[in-house]
């Protein structure tokens, strides 16, 4: 086992755990709390794991302490090696990007190049992108995230695939405009 699937086994408690997840610089407008909410109200949270997984800067304490309170959720406070955050998105059920606002992460990108699905909020970045996903949710609407996590915590294996699969070929078609789009909103 690599160094990478390892400490995902040690944080989930097993090699075969259905998780979602947040990865990447953990801020304030990338909806953490949104997420957190919803995490709780979610049905999905009894049968599997939220890893939290990134250096968190700029959130109060108080959000961090919520997710480590929480049922199901595990949280990893450091930056990742790019070999964790690979194999944390590549092997996660869903990567959530419940962001508030714009970003100048690339995680959506990361995510299409290495095979994983989404559940997206509907900021503009993301809704000029994939104008047709259909696991999407309101920006701060922590129960309309929560019917989302559960329906695609409800999705077959090769549904999951699916999405993954569209997700790759429609930020492919965009690749280079999504990234002058994040470029923009950053320079906003």
Same mark, same amino acid.
């Given at each position: 086992? /690599?160094? +990478?699937?390892? #400490?995902?086994? *040690?944080?989930?408690g097993g090699e075969d755990v259905e998780y979602f997840l947040l990865v990447g610089v953990v801020r304030p407008a990338k909806g953490t709390e949104t997420l957190l909410d919803a995490w709780k109200i979610s049905t999905c949270?009894? =049968?599997?794991k939220l890893l939290i997984a990134g250096r968190w800067v700029q959130t109060p304490r108080e959000v961090s302490a919520k997710a480590r309170r929480l049922h199901n959720c595990v949280v990893l406070d450091r930056r990742l090696t790019d070999e964790e955050f690979v194999h944390f998105i590549a092997e996660s059920k869903f990567s959530v990007l419940p962001y508030l606002s714009y970003s100048h992460s690339s995680v959506l990108i990361s995510c299409a190049k290495h095979g994983g699905a989404v559940i997206l909020s509907d900021i503009e970045l993301f809704s000029e992108f994939l104008p047709q996903y259909d696991l999407t949710?309101? +920006? !701060?609407?922590?129960?309309?995230?929560?019917?989302?996590? /559960? =329906? +695609?915590? +409800?999705?077959s294996e090769e549904d999951v695939k699916t =999405? @993954?699969?569209?997700?790759? !070929?429609?930020? *492919?078609r965009y690749d =280079? /405009?999504? #990234?002058? @789009? #994040?470029?923009?909103?950053?320079a906003r």
């Open positions: 086992m /690599d160094q +990478a699937a390892e #400490v995902l086994s *040690g944080l989930l949270s009894q =049968r599997h949710f309101t +920006a !701060q609407n922590s129960a309309e995230l929560a019917s989302v996590l /559960d =329906r +695609a915590a +409800a999705m =999405r @993954g699969e569209w997700l790759r !070929q429609a930020v *492919g =280079r /405009d999504l #990234v002058e @789009g #994040v470029a923009r909103a950053y």
